[in-house]
């Protein structure tokens, strides 16, 4: 039985990626709260960051583009996309922080609230209108799957292009 059958559809595979990172950021705050060491907190930071990396990378090869074709809202998808900028600027600065840097729990929680924002936009606007588009969300799921889990082993190359090759 495939794994992706756990998942209804695309949304549904997303926001379980949501409700994660959300349970990660928490989690680093009790690290914060319990003045856990600096590389216990990094090591945590990491993985959000990670985690964070995987999830906008097959939004933005896989699910916007079908989503963006579905609904035809260019400007929200474009503000979801400056949203991710936005969550990626401050993956970059922590991945690139010492952990004894001062800033560096204001930072974590920084990236806290721009994606807990971006992640309420997918939920109240891109999912809404994409349940609501002729979107196939139950097919995109499994190529949600696989490419997130080609991503989590390491394999960086893009997806090929969704449209057709045309001959010249
Ligand atoms: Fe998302
Ligand atoms: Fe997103």
């Keep these: 039985m495939s794994a992706t059958l756990a998942y209804v559809d695309a949304v549904d595979l997303l926001d379980a990626d949501h409700k994660l990172v959300?349970?990660?950021?928490?989690d680093y705050q009790a690290l914060c709260d319990n003045g856990a060491a600096p590389e216990a907190k990094q090591r945590l930071a990491l993985k959000i960051c990670g985690d964070l990396g995987v999830h906008t990378q097959i939004e933005e090869e896989i699910?916007?583009?079908?989503?963006?074709?579905?609904?035809?809202?260019?400007?929200?998808?474009?503000?979801?996309?400056?949203?991710?900028?936005?969550?990626?600027?401050?993956?970059?600065?922590?991945?690139?922080?010492?952990?004894?840097?001062?800033?560096?729990?204001?930072?974590?929680?920084?990236?806290?609230?721009?994606?807990?924002?971006?992640?309420?936009?997918?939920?109240?606007?891109?999912?809404?209108?994409?349940?609501?588009?002729?979107?196939?969300?139950?097919?995109?799921?499994?190529?949600?799957?696989?490419?997130k889990k080609e991503l989590q082993s390491g394999k960086p190359a893009p997806m090929p292009a969704g449209k057709k090759k045309v001959a010249s």
Excluded: C
């Design 22 to 26: 959300q349970k990660l950021f928490l």
């Design 63 to 147: 699910f916007y583009p079908e989503v963006r074709a579905a609904i035809r809202d260019d400007v929200l998808m474009d503000e979801a996309l400056e949203e991710h900028a936005e969550a990626k600027a401050a993956i970059a600065q922590i991945q690139a922080m010492p952990p004894t840097d001062a800033a560096y729990d204001g930072t974590v929680q920084q990236l806290f609230a721009t994606v807990m924002d971006h992640v309420m936009d997918e939920r109240e606007q891109v999912f809404l209108k994409a349940r609501y588009s002729t979107a196939d969300l139950r097919g995109l799921a499994p190529r949600l799957y696989a490419r």
